[in-house]
């Protein structure tokens, strides 16, 4: 019988597998390495481009912040020149108010009723003096709450006395003034020509 030695083939197919195996491993570290650098670049790109997204965000919010100062420096100049014009309605409430509250008040003030003492201090106003008749001091209090120069009207006393042979009744009357409608009543006089 004749003796065929096949170490020789086991061996050398096993040499060629190894080399086959060693070709497949460089193979798939050379692909890892080509797919670790494209996901590298990727990312790199993606964020260089979130950089320049961010940059650019950055630039409108600071032309929105310089639009939205202007803005607000405009909102103070509007707010101050209200205040200005306020004041300016105030000066003129002011300057025709006492006049037309006193023309006002010798309108609606009954004939037999007579003022003593009038006597304003910080809006307020205090009406001392003396009527015929609790009648009249009546029509007076309710003639000043019925006009746009007095609010807040209050009766805070009478008494009766004897004048002589005349009765007479003596009252104190405080209310809030408002020069306000002088101003309302001088812009609609130039209306009215």
């Known amino acids: 019988m004749i003796r065929i030695n096949l170490l020789p083939v086991r061996v050398s197919k096993k040499k060629e597998a190894g080399k086959n195996q060693l070709v497949f491993f460089a193979l ?22 979130r950089e320049e997204k961010v940059k650019r965000t950055k630039a409108e919010i600071a032309q929105l912040e310089k639009i939205i100062g202007e803005v607000t420096n405009i909102k103070a100049q509007q707010q101050a020149v209200k205040d200005k014009l306020a004041v300016l309605e105030k000066l003129k409430a002011g300057r025709q108010g006492p006049v037309r509250m006193l023309d006002e008040l010798a309108a609606i003030t009954p004939k037999r009723l007579w003022l003593r003492k009038l006597d304003e201090k910080g809006g307020a106003i205090t009406f001392d ?9 009546s029509a007076f209090l309710a003639a000043l709450k019925k006009s746009p120069f007095f609010s807040a009207v209050e009766l805070k006393k009478t ?21 306000t409608p002088a101003v309302q009543l001088a812009a609609a006089a130039p209306e009215k020509r």
Do not use: H, P
Request: net charge neutral.
């Open 129 to 137: 003096g003396s009527a015929g008749t609790i009648d009249d001091v």
């Open 28 to 49: 798939a570290i050379v692909f890892a390495l080509i797919c670790n650098f494209w996901w590298s670049r990727s990312r790199g790109d993606e964020m260089t481009a």
């Open 159 to 179: 008494a009766a006395k004897r004048d002589g042979k005349f009765k007479l009744v003596d009252f104190t009357i405080n209310a809030a003034v408002n020069y």
